[in-house]
């Protein structure tokens, strides 16, 4: 069924985390950020009823949707579309070419994993622009020695630079969820920095103790890195550093 046909709402479906956008003020102002052109590769994760779809076809000219539902999937389909019917958590978006740009207001009951999937394709993608969880948002851009910072913080800007857009206010989503939600971008840095990702789960699953504690067998010493410190205090560049001398190392538990 073509995108320009009307049709009953459909019924959100808590299991997949559905809040449809409906603020026609915050689909401009998504778009706009995005600014799709003619001919660009365009993935739009978790269409839903197609609020962004619908101006970014009339922009790009085509885009790729991936959505779970199968019902969604179907309503969606139409000319300048390319539907995959499936779990984003498990897409390979490998198989696009470089220069993708990936889009979606993403379910906040996956949206963390799915952040960690998708920043495995970083030397693959142009940009990303998701609608998100304010919470989740903020942890994604914090700094250092901030309540925020955390292993989600270090992994994405290590391949990242991220900057949240704006805020999304409750009422622009059908049916309103619990809490507010916020627009941000990341575009893939030319030069990546390399991390452990194992290292870095061990040091924010202990993020109280301090790095000698949290982090046992790394030479903070050899490092000028005060072993005093918490997992929360390294900056992205600190945790390259330790993954550099540890690569080859086994970590122990």
Known sequence: ???????????????????????????????????????????????????LTRPMLERAGGLHVIELDRDLAREIAGPGITVHQGDALEFDFGRFPRGVRVVGNLPYNISTPLLFHLARYADRVRDMHFMLQREVVERMVAAPSTAQYGRLSVALQARFRMEKLFAVAAGAFRPAPKVESAVVRLVPLEKPLEL???LLRKAFSARRKTLRNALAGVDFAALGIDPGLRPENLSVADYARIAETTRRRPQTD
């Open 1 to 51: 069924m073509p995108l320009s046909s009307r049709k009953p709402p459909h019924f959100p479906r808590k299991r997949f985390g559905q809040h449809f956008l409906h603020e026609a003020r915050v689909v401009a102002r998504i778009v706009d950020s995005i600014a799709p052109r003619p001919g660009e590769l365009i993935v739009e994760i978790g269409p839903g009823e197609g609020a």
């Open 196 to 198: 452990d990702e194992a």
